[in-house]
């Protein structure tokens, strides 16, 4: 069988992550979640008492990630873990220090799921099936204060929807591997789907792809 790639870009809370997970394992495809290496590189920085506006120390950081401890890091999902990330992504040597890493994943033989930023536009220009996952900031937000406040974090909507916003901002308006749609990749907008509902549409773009 040919190798298949799946790339799942999207803002943050689109559910474009669970989407990507879910697609893996029904496909038996290996699954890259892009951003635990972003959110690894900014939380290094600050664990180390760096400056996340430091440039040169964000790029330290990203040359000597360890990829093996991303599954099992859980101050990696915090707000102040995706916060960071947010910083770090901007800095061009911070990316270029994670670009062999996540195409050499992508080249896996029987094929790769990866979401993120710039799957579909610079880690896996050739994937075969390309979704890019939005949904309103409102919804998003709503999604994201209700599981972090779930798991007891105090942060409120307000909060969660300014935050949502000025990091939809930052990615979308960086030099640096914007975030943005690929020409070819299938928009897919969850703000009125449940999990099911947006993975069996999501199901559908890539079999249409196959
Ligand atoms: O998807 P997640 O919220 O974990 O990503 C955290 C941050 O990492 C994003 O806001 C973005 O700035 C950065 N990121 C990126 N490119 C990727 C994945 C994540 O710039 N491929």
Known sequence: TQPFVIAV???AASGKGTIASRLAAHYGLPFLDTGLLYRAVGLDVLTTGGDL???RAAEAAARALDSGR???DAALTSGDAGEAASRVAGYPGVRAALLDLQQAFAAQAGGAVLDGRDIGTVIAPNAQAKLFVTATPETRA???WLQLTGRGDPITYEAMLADIQRRDERDAGRGAAPMVQ???AVLLDTTDMDIEAA???ARRIVEAAR
């Open 182 to 184: 690929a020409d070819d």
């Open 142 to 144: 709503r999604r994201r």
């Open 53 to 55: 506006g430091d440039a």
């Open 199 to 201: 993975f069996d549409a």
């Open 9 to 11: 870009d999207g803002p």
């Open 70 to 72: 991303l599954s099992n």
